[in-house]
């Protein structure tokens, strides 16, 4: 017949402390949590069991102490208990195969601090009853009953288990004092009744409650064998040239040199190669290795150039001006402070810039009839001795850039007949030109050629040749020569 023994940890942890000499039977509870009993199973290897965690391992922990006395389970019974294995860890908390580790501590107990609570009982004085005629004249006058309640230093009466025990309170009254007016033939028969108190327990958790112990206990690693690895044997097309024992080396990154910047002139990439050791990423990521970054920021200015365009045309047309080009970087890096200037002064000189004349033509707009007049003041018999006819004046041209011309519609400057007057620059001016210059009925009778500091553009910057120039002296035209006006200004006529 089959026996099944089930042995739990309580069990054997009395069992082991009734038969192992080595146990303080005062301490044997905190010894025996590092304590092993060595358990022989039908057909199998030893076991080891700790009562204290009830945990099996098929191997003595590596901080274990072996008990002396061993278990051994005889064939035809059967030990039912936790299944005997190497783990000691929870398989919902294993991350990985390798052996873990965890804590294994005490469990001390401590009372409460407890102390009854009672309601007071209603407490009675009783006296014998007697014949009507024994009390007829008397009275009886007693004081307030006189009882306390008191509870055991030992208020579970020697119970150990969590039960409907309410605390051993009990109530104790002293002997009524009683007194009869009439006479004193009941003293001493009267007495004080009480009720046991209705108590309950307060409690609160204790100050000293001695704390937990705690140690770890770790899994043993398995044993993997001691074999040697062995190669298949070279083919038919192969020989063996050499041997060597692999040496042990840990997987990580490396990395090669930096490669050039990729910008000469200014910010760039550069790269590196990085590669595990084995040749295989996932060996160093398996590792948890950090890899290196590839690829960083970096700047180079060695192949910085400025490049310049060719310098524009002056911005004058006689004169002082400006002229510009084109500067450019090629990057970002160029230093600013060897920048080439992109704006520099320029002059410009020409015949245009020396000469100054003007043309009157007649007829259709600068065709017809052209008469030629130099720098001075032209009077009406002056230009009609010159051949221009000064009622059909129908455009003028005047030459030099700093030139300009001043028509008058009554001859020899009349100062007491005020009629139009206007002022010619640099440049051709038809029909149209002149009537918007103030010039009418193609009639000029007079004119002034003079020359001064200001072309026309000094005219678009808000200078004006009207009315310009310097002094108003003349000199007179003898055989059609001009008289020098220096640089006269528009007189009235």
């Known amino acids: 017949m089959r026996v099944s023994i089930v042995l739990s940890a309580p069990v054997l942890a009395r069992h082991f402390r009734r038969n192992d000499g080595n146990v303080n039977h005062e301490k044997d509870e905190g010894v025996l949590d590092s ?134 309170c009990h109530t104790r009254c002293e002997e009524p004092q009683c007194k009869f007016v009439c006479n004193d033939a009941l003293d001493g028969l009267c007495k004080t009744v009480c009720p046991e108190p209705v108590c309950e327990w307060k409690c609160k958790k204790p100050e000293n409650c001695p704390k937990p112990e705690c140690k770890m206990i770790c899994e043993k690693a398995p044993d993997c064998g001691t074999g040697t690895a062995t190669l298949a044997p070279p083919t038919a097309g ?31 990439k550069k790269t590196r190669s990085v590669t595990c050791s084995t040749g295989h990423d996932s060996d160093c990521k398996t590792m948890g290795a950090s890899k290196p970054h590839s690829e960083e920021s970096c700047e180079d200015k060695s192949g910085c150039k400025w490049s310049t365009g060719a310098w524009g045309t002056c911005s004058a047309t006689c004169g002082e001006g400006t002229q510009t080009r084109s500067v450019s970087c090629n990057g970002n890096g160029c230093p600013a402070d060897a920048k080439p200037a992109s704006e520099q002064k320029c002059s410009h000189t020409g015949p245009e810039c020396d000469e100054c004349k003007t043309v009157l033509y007649g007829g259709p707009s600068f065709d017809g ?42 001859g020899d400057f009349n100062k007491q007949h005020k009629g139009w007057e206007a002022t010619f620059d640099y440049g051709p001016h038809d029909r149209d030109g002149l009537l918007k210059a103030g010039a009418k009925d193609n009639d000029m009778s007079s004119l002034k050629v003079f020359k001064n500091s200001q072309g026309p553009k000094d005219e678009h910057n808000g200078g004006s040749s009207r009315g310009a120039g310097g002094s108003n002296s003349t000199s007179s035209r003898v055989n059609g020569g001009a008289g020098g006006a220096g640089g006269a200004g528009g007189a009235g006529g």
């Open 238 to 268: 192969e020989e063996t040239v050499g041997t060597g024992k692999a040496s042990k080396s840990d997987a990580k990154y490396e990395t090669g040199p930096w490669g050039s910047c990729s910008a000469t002139c200014g910010a760039g």
């Open 35 to 168: 304590i092993w009993i060595p358990i022989q199973l039908p057909g199998s290897n030893m076991s080891y069991f700790n009562p204290i965690s009830d945990i099996w391992f098929s191997s003595l922990p590596t901080d274990g102490v072996l008990a002396k006395q061993a278990i051994v389970v005889g064939p035809g019974a059967s030990f039912a208990a936790q299944k005997p294995g190497e783990m000691i860890v929870p398989e919902d908390k294993r991350k990985s195969c390798v052996p873990h580790c965890t804590w294994q501590c005490s469990q001390p107990v401590c009372e409460q601090d407890c102390e009854p609570l009672c309601h007071r009982p209603k407490c009675e004085t009783r006296c014998p009853k007697a014949s009507k005629e024994a009390f007829e004249k008397c009275q009886v006058q007693c004081a307030e009953p006189e009882c306390k309640m008191y509870c055991p230093k030992d208020p579970c009466q020697g119970k150990k288990t969590l039960d409907c025990t309410t605390p051993a």
């Open 369 to 410: 009839w052209s008469v030629e007049f130099g720098v001075g003041e032209w009077s009406n018999s002056d230009m009609e001795h010159k051949g221009a006819k000064c009622d059909d004046v129908s455009s003028i041209k005047v030459h030099g850039y700093f030139c300009h011309v001043t028509g008058f519609e009554y």
